[in-house]
């Protein structure tokens, strides 16, 4: 029996590539190219015109990331996609693809720091202002729309509280108010969630975190419930700004794309199991994680999300200096921003990734000081539950230590 459309774990291995089309190549092909030959000046005329399918310039489209588009396509359930240098980049693309002067942006109560420190450049130069909203219920996301609100902005889970926002209500207010709906989807990944089957009109993702998988490069991608308003960014938004994948990087992100899915399995059964260790911890006084029963979204994070993800956050019980040097303690564990790769990393997100926001907003969001961030790897669960079990003891020693001095 043959379907269409294949299952999740098949499309992120096959989707938007046919190999007899390129030489029966297994593996799509890097097309390291800055520009495309014209048979002859007719070609390139009816090319430009848009009267004839066809490369051009690689900044306006490239085969190699072309694949990676089509296969985010399809595991995201859109129409079509667009890949960029960086996840800013496709966060810039959107926004100032729906926003003028003016306009008015409704956000989730966290984004990311970096599209905050946008947002509030777009405020500054362009008037174009924001407000974080409560987003729980229908009354609350209608009082906070304006008669200038021109999109919705959300990041669930929100970084670092894992707090969880519900897709489908808020599509659905939105869709009712003809606002588009913008969903940075980096920290599920499309494995775990898919916004565009929720209602929303664009999916975003920093391809640097589980889309790579690896570490080893920074990308983002961008896909949308209408083609038409793809083609219209890529004519605009990305074409004249400008940042666009290179050919490499979306080789590598197609290579790590593959694995996407048994990899999210580890992280997430990884994650399961040292959420439940730190839960139980004197060092810790609350952990975030929406797979806890008692974390305030778990019960719109189990409607949404096939898992919980690879991210914990956690309140060190001690001072901002203790948790620091928790985080020193460290052995396996490494000390760096980002997530969703093989290595459990450890970041303190007030002094590190949520640093620009000011203090009291980072209180607001419920950033404390002894706030940590775990994203767990893919290395045997009990490794990382025993680095940490011995950076803890270290804590331990030097908490006795001071008592008896
Ligand atoms: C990392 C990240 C971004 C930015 O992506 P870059 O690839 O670093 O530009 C945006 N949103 C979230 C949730 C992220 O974690």
Redesign the pocket.
């Known amino acids: 029996m043959s379907r269409e459309k294949k299952r999740f774990e098949t499309e992120v291995i096959h989707s938007g590539y046919d190999s007899k089309k390129y030489e029966g190549s297994l593996t799509p092909p890097l097309f390291q190219t800055s520009t495309y030959t014209f048979a002859h000046a007719a070609e390139g005329e009816r090319r430009f015109a848009g009267d004839e399918e066809g490369y051009i310039y690689s900044r306006l489209g490239n085969p190699t990331v072309k694949v990676l588009e089509d296969r985010m396509t399809a595991i995201e359930g859109g129409e079509a996609a667009l890949a960029f240098g ?6 810039s693309a959107i926004l100032f693809h729906l926003l003028k002067s003016g306009d008015h942006v409704i956000c989730s109560k966290g ?2 720091g ?2 905050f420190g946008l947002l509030e450049m777009m405020e500054e130069k362009f008037n174009i202002t924001h407000e974080f909203a409560d987003l729980s219920t229908e009354e609350s996301i209608l009082q906070s729309i304006l008669p200038d609100t021109a999109c919705l902005y959300v ?1 669930t889970p929100i ?1 670092p509280t894992m707090e969880i926002i519900d897709l489908e209500l808020v599509c659905r207010v939105a869709n009712e108010k003809g606002i588009p709906v913008v969903v ?1 989807n ?2 599920s990944s499309p494995y775990l969630q898919n916004p565009l089957k929720l209602g929303a009109d664009f999916v ?6 589980y889309i790579g998988g690896h570490g080893d490069v ?3 991608l961008l896909v949308a419930k209408s083609a038409e308003a793809i083609a219209e960014i890529r004519m605009t938004t990305q074409k004249d700004i400008g940042g666009i994948m290179s050919p490499f990087d979306a080789w590598l992100l197609l290579r790590g794309l593959k694995t996407l899915a048994v990899r999210l399995d580890r992280h997430c059964d990884n994650a399961e199991k040292i959420a439940a260790y730190l839960k139980a911890h004197p060092f810790v006084r609350n952990i975030y994680f929406p797979g806890d029963k008692d974390h305030q979204s778990h019960g719109i994070a189990a409607k949404q999300m096939s898992r919980w993800g690879g991210l914990i956050s956690f309140d060190f019980n001690g001072t901002k200096e203790m948790a620091q040097s928790f985080m020193d303690e460290l052995q396996l564990i490494k000390i760096a ?3 969703g790769d093989a290595e459990t990393l450890i970041q303190h997100p007030a002094s590190m ?1 949520h640093s620009v926001v000011p203090e009291k907003v980072r209180a607001a969001m419920g950033i404390s000081d002894t706030l940590l961030r775990l994203s767990v790897g893919l290395e045997s669960w009990e490794d990382i539950k025993d680095d940490l079990d011995q950076a803890f003891a270290k804590m331990e020693e030097s908490a006795a230590m001071k008592q008896e001095s």
């Open positions: 960086s996840g800013m980049a496709a966060v984004v990311y970096c599209t990041e970084n940075d980096t920290f975003l993702h920093s391809a640097t975190k920074i990308g983002g921003v980002s997530l990734t």
